[in-house]
């Protein structure tokens, strides 16, 4: 067998279960469905985001997930699912009259370069993602990223039903912090459900609301289960019909999908606009896989820099595989990391279980309906809080790692980079390409700092750039004193 049994299937209080054992089946599966619930919000809420088939997401979010731990030999107990970096990159690929191929073939490119800066980092040491990408230049393009897509919440998500937005926002905002335990950590899965049915509701007792595109005034449902109804219980997600799908843009400027487009299987397309488009987003991929290898290592007690190469390359390998077949790429997740820290339970044994469940779901169109029908109220104050997280933990990186901002090779070039990104600044070069946004923020903000940090005084140079890379989840570490304890030891 691949997994040793522990203490005989039994866990006593405080003990620790390693990757490379397992308890009992029975218990087993259940810590599985446990990450399935941990997982399931992100995993398809992005792909919806991203204009992507969510059954789909899930289904290669399972066969990823199994791949990642073949690949680093049960080492680095992670689940991967669909990542927070693209809804972004996609949005402006659909504003320059992209289709879901064309996100396909960037994000594809994405994947096979991660996949080729793992093998690179595999071979030289972890100390090169240290040495090209400080604390400093990750933390800024993660900030990028994130808040770049609020004019996405601001124009496409919230104005389609303004009222439930704020509340499931609201929603979000207390589940994340009022209750204690596991709860909190899946808020935003339970407030998507409370706010599809709360929407459901306003359907029945408010009426239809009033939906304006362009002048045009219209009725419609918040909740449209007419997909669901046409579904099959059990079947692969289907292909996507191309020539009939669509995209527009408003004269407010909030982007809508077509009514009727059904994403499913596809063959990416490449465009070398799109691709530079996306390919910035790489550099949060490498931070944030750097910090899950780290966190799992601080939690499991071993070195694990020498799996930091192949673990990138596996998400880079995952990702291509995924956008080939029309998913999103994907990434391992935070979320299921807080959930080993809370059990103590490491084995990977609960990862493959996942990640067979994922797949199963993959086989139920039904099921992908019924996520492709959530309501737009309902992702606009779902996104207004998650969009903005993913921005603020670019200032988490940050703090973690100590940059010092009174130095001025980090902070000018950051600064520079950061409003380029999230100011969506351009720079045109023909009449057919155009830089900017992500791409040219995150270009900036890495070439500028390197070229500042050549130009500075040796002790200024010295100083930048931050201690390590670090990023984990909130509350990841059940107990915090022994946290604080490690870094003292550090310190001294």
Known sequence: ????????????????????????????????????????????????????????AVMMSGIATLVFIFVTKHEVPSYLGSSASFPGVAAAIYASGGKPNDV?????????????????????????????????????????????????????????????A?????????????????????????????????????????GPMHKTVDGVSTTVNRVDWSGVRAADWVGLPQMTDLDSW????????????????????????????????????????????????????????????????????????TSMVATLAGAGPTTTY????????????????????????????????KFGAIISATPGGVLGGITVVLYGMIGLLGAKIWRENRVDFGNP???????????????????????????GGIALGTIVTVGVYHLAKWLAPRELADAAGGTSIVLDTPGMYKDDDRRANKRSDRDQ
Not at 277 to 295: D, R
């Open 1 to 56: 067998m691949i997994w040793t049994l522990h203490n005989g299937g039994k866990l006593e209080p405080g003990e620790i279960v390693a990757p490379d054992e397992r308890l009992t089946w029975g218990r087993t599966i259940g810590l599985g469905a446990q990450h399935v619930v941990a997982m399931f919000g992100a995993t398809f809420v992005f792909p919806i985001l991203m204009g992507l088939n969510p059954q789909l």
């Open 409 to 435: 090779v980090n902070i000018v070039p950051v600064a520079a980079g950061i409003i380029i990104g999230i100011g969506d600044v351009s720079l045109k070069f023909t009449e057919s390409f155009t830089l």
């Open 246 to 317: 669509t995209y527009s843009v408003d004269s407010n400027g909030a982007g809508h999908f077509g009514a009727g487009n059904v994403v499913g299987f596809h063959l990416p397309a490449f465009h070398l606009s799109f691709i530079l488009l996306a390919l910035p987003v790489v550099i949060a991929l490498i931070a944030e896989n750097t910090g899950h290898v780290k966190a799992v290592a601080e939690m499991t007690d071993r070195n694990l820099d020498h799996q930091m190469g192949r673990a990138i390359a596996a998400d880079g390998a």
């Open 104 to 164: 396909s073939g960037a994000l594809f490119v994405v994947g096979l370069t991660l996949f080729l800066c793992g093998i690179i980092i595999h071979a030289a040491g972890a100390k090169v993602v240290h040495r090209l990408l400080p604390p400093v230049v990750t933390g800024a393009v993660v900030m990028l990223i994130g808040f770049n897509l609020a004019p996405v919440v601001a124009k496409t998500y919230w104005p389609v039903d303004q009222w439930t």
């Open 334 to 365: 935070a979320e299921n990391i807080g959930v080993m820290a809370a059990t103590k339970v490491y084995s990977t044994a609960a990862y493959a279980v996942a990640a067979l469940v994922a797949i199963l779901f993959g086989f139920s169109p």
């Open 166 to 206: 704020l509340i499931v926002m609201v929603l979000v905002v207390a589940l994340s912090v009022a209750p204690r335990g596991f709860l909190s950590r899946i808020a935003i899965f339970v407030a998507l459900i409370i706010g599809y049915v709360l929407s459901w509701l306003e359907d029945l007792v408010l």
